[in-house]
């Protein structure tokens, strides 16, 4: 089992800039993919980026990339998502998930919400 548990959320205003954390632990050494997804009401889950533990590798949403940039710190087992020039259309509920090549664990969820 892995635990996540994500961090950082609040409200910011527009053009702000946000950093969420994912603090990872259990078996974290069978989970080498981690990402972040959103949801909201309107438009259900979405991705946002993903990261691969063992080769660095990221991915994002081709529409975030540029503002949103997710990092790690291995000695924390940490994920990070830096958040910038926010808009109104990135509130949302922010995840945090884990696992080997898919994603089998989630966190609760940070609320985002930037206000106009």
């Known amino acids: 089992q892995v635990q996540l548990v994500e961090s950082g959320g609040g409200l910011v205003p527009v053009g702000g800039s946000l950093r969420l954390s994912c603090a990872a632990s259990g078996r974290t050494s069978s989970s080498d993919l981690m990402g972040w997804f959103r949801r909201t009401a309107g438009r259900g889950r979405e991705f946002v980026a993903a990261?691969?533990?063992?080769?660095?590798?990221?991915y994002y949403e081709d529409s975030l990339k540029g503002r949103f940039t997710i990092s790690r710190d291995n000695a924390k087992r940490t994920v990070y998502l830096q958040m910038n020039n926010l808009k109104p259309e990135d509130t949302a509920i922010y995840y945090c998930?884990?696992?080997?090549?898919?994603?089998?664990?989630w966190g609760q969820g940070t609320q985002v919400s930037v206000s106009s």
């Open positions: 990261l691969r533990w063992n080769s660095g590798n990221t």
């Open positions: 998930a884990a696992g080997a090549n898919d994603y089998e664990y």
